[in-house]
């Protein structure tokens, strides 16, 4: 069975950082290309970030680069999200998601596992 599962969420003043960690386990981590996306309430979900299995690609939203940072460490079968540079509107619930393809994506629908989402809020 597979479970992902994040943490690292919480309250964090405009201008802060948090880094938040997505463990999986009953999958080959290696090998899956690994997203995390984000949903407000009343909005979409959206892409924040991807990275390939070997690190060797990462993909960010137009509006988290320079600002966050996606990483793995397949050793520990656990991917990061450090979140820098934090604005009111990028409080969220973030969830990571796994994908078996030997590409970056950005489609959610592309992705085969997901997470439970931990919660992130910025105040003003």
């Known amino acids: 069975q597979v479970q992902l599962v994040e943490s690292g969420g919480g309250l964090v003043q405009a201008g802060g950082s948090l880094r938040l960690s997505c463990a999986a386990s009953?999958?080959?981590?290696?090998?899956?290309?690994m997203g995390w996306f984000r949903q407000a309430p009343g909005k979409e979900r959206e892409f924040v970030a991807a990275i390939l299995w070997s690190s060797f690609r990462a993909e960010y939203a137009d509006f988290v680069k320079g600002r966050f940072t996606i990483s793995r460490d397949n050793a520990k079968n656990t991917v990061y999200l450090q979140m820098d540079s934090l604005k009111p509107e990028d409080a969220a619930v973030y969830y990571c998601?796994?994908?078996?393809?030997?590409?970056?994506?950005?489609?959610?629908?592309?992705?085969?596992?997901w997470g439970q989402g931990t919660q992130v809020t910025v105040s003003s």
């Open positions: 998601a796994a994908v078996w393809t030997g590409a970056t994506t950005r489609v959610a629908e592309r992705y085969d596992y």
């Open positions: 009953g999958l080959t981590f290696s090998r899956y290309t």
